[in-house]
């Protein structure tokens, strides 16, 4: 089994305003438009574009210049789509119709032109109408979870427009996507559980919450913050970013492997987090706000700046099989002038909403702007890997007492939601806290999770994993079963 190591003894802690997400409304339906957009995000959006405010203009002027992003796009529906060595790989036309699809949808909102609303509709209702099977070698899992939580980001747009298929769309969604990535959070496909990287899982993870709200799936909701919070995966939060050092700085497993897939992984997360965060779900403060400090740690590593590493070794195999392991001693060599379109959501949720400094966030961000989309980061598929125009959709005005009081997050929202009771918000971005307990240290609470225990100074990872499936994971399974039982007898 994989275990964490406690909180790091005497560590700095990083404040957190006292906000919360989108506060949770009576039992029954998600908030909707509730993914990585709001209603009152997308009104922003509009008005500022409207009243020629800056950065909005220009990260607007970037989506309207985008290929993908113009009303003439037409869809090209594949009945099996293929990604992985062996297969008939035809998994680019997927993704270009899925970010055509977003790219149409966020500014048909933004412009209040029907006609790229209308585009995205026909784009994701001929898919729906036509996809019946991921297929290929293990990067299957890939597409699920890439190409599942964007495409749920887009329908999320749409969903009230009249032609669109919404019924027919949530059973692809599920059967065809979700259906995958939350086999692939069980199963591993068939391998011990740290075999694959920290953004297999996050890709997984992301399709199954991203679904879960779509769908008005509570459960499904439940599972993927439960394996934010305690998976065995290395998607998991304390996995993911398995150090913190003193100085307020959390090292990125990947950090170890490259620079793309680092940034990709702190893209993932944080669509993660702000998918969770529109539902009433604190992920972003989690864990005395683990992830900006990890944020924080891959910002100034991809700047260019020096960043320690802990060396650390995981296990890989199959069940049953072959095995072997995997040693990484120090920090892959970064080009500073590599960048994907991740920042400006982050550093906003952490500068804006909630007030607090966080200085390699704000210096990439602007490094980073404007932020386009998928298009403008190359041809292959890494360019596509997330949906982008942060500058347009994330930038926002300072909430209104938003600022660092180093308090713990309010643990109340998350907990609901992991316990399946999270429900419908009002699309604001930030709210103060009513009513709230203190949430324990980020020690307390590894001294409260059994499976977490406390080895030294810092907050270290021994990576080990298990032979056989988890007992999370069979309770994961566990959990489908019934839920499917349940549905079927409805």
Known sequence: ML????????????????????????????????????RA???????????????????????????????????????IVYRGSGSPQNYRTLYNDVHAAYQNALRGHVSGDSAHLDTAV??????????????????????AGLYGYQI???????????????????????????????????????????????????????????????CDDRAQVARAVEYFKHGEGLGSIRNAIPVVHDDGLAEWLEAGRDQGHALLGVGLMGTFCEMAWNQGVDLYGYDDSRFLKGAQYVAKWALGGDVPFTANTRKKGAINGWSGSETVTEAAPVDPAMTRPIWAMIANHYTRRRGLSASYLTRIAAKSAPE???G???????????????????????????????????????????????????????????????APSAAASATADGDLAATGSNDVIGW?????????AGGLLLLRRRDRARRASQ
Request: charged share 10%.
């Open 376 to 438: 403008d980061y190359g041809p292959n598929s890494g360019g596509y890997d997330q949906l982008g125009f942060g500058t347009l959709a994330f930038t926002r005005d300072k909430a209104q007492g938003a600022q660092g009081t180093g308090g713990s997050p309010n643990p109340s929202a998350s907990a609901a939601a992991s316990a399946g009771t999270g429900s419908a918000g009002t699309g604001s971005d930030a709210r103060p806290q009513t009513g709230a307990t203190a």
């Open 3 to 38: 275990k964490a190591a406690g909180a790091a003894a005497g560590a700095v802690g990083i404040g957190t305003a006292a906000m919360t997400p989108t506060p949770a409304a009576a039992a029954g339906a998600y908030a909707h438009p509730g993914l990585l957009h709001t």
């Open 464 to 472: 080990t994993a298990a032979t056989g499936v988890t007992a999370l």
């Open 41 to 79: 995000d997308l009104d922003r959006m509009a008005a500022k574009v409207k009243a020629g405010a800056a950065p909005y203009t220009a990260g607007f002027a970037k989506l309207t210049a985008n290929r993908h992003a113009q009303s003439g796009w037409t869809a090209n529906p594949q009945a």
């Open 122 to 143: 026909a784009i994701l209702n001929a898919w729906s109408a036509k996809l019946t099977s991921l297929q290929g070698s293990a990067d299957r899992f890939l597409a």
């Open 372 to 374: 386009g989309g998928g």
């Open 152 to 214: 749920a980001n887009a329908a999320e747009l749409v969903r009230d427009h009249p032609d669109f298929e919404l019924g027919r769309f949530q059973e692809m969604l599920t059967t065809v996507f979700a259906s995958l990535s939350d086999d692939f959070l069980v199963r591993h496909n068939g391998a011990v559980v740290s075999n694959y990287w920290t953004n297999w899982d996050l890709t997984a993870m992301a399709c199954v919450l991203a679904t879960g709200i779509f």
